[in-house]
């Protein structure tokens, strides 16, 4: 595994450890700007894992269909990224 996927991994397991201690939070009925705090802690994880993976699909998938020679694929792989960045925005 390499460095990149070895970072992503490490915030997706801490945005899980988070999570479980966000639902503990709430089921205690712990204060609400406590669990927002954790909360958008989760968050920032998830987009940083987020910006690492397209990072890495950039680098990796997407110089592989550039260099491939196919239009067709080339235009897909565009269409995917434009697709996962829109959903990010919303």
Known sequence: ??????????NFK????L??????????D???????????A?????KSANRMLMEGHLNDCFKKALSS???????EMI???LRVSRLSDK
Do not use: P, W
């Open 19 to 28: 999570l479980s201690t966000i639902i503990e939070m709430v089921e205690k």
């Open 30 to 40: 712990q204060y609400c700007i406590d669990i927002m705090q954790q909360n958008l």
């Open 14 to 17: 801490k945005a899980q450890s």
């Open 79 to 81: 269409q995917e990224i």
């Open 69 to 75: 020679g196919s239009e067709k694929r080339k235009k």
């Open 1 to 10: 595994m390499n460095i990149q996927k070895e970072k992503t991994l490490i």
């Open 42 to 46: 989760a968050i920032g994880l998830l």
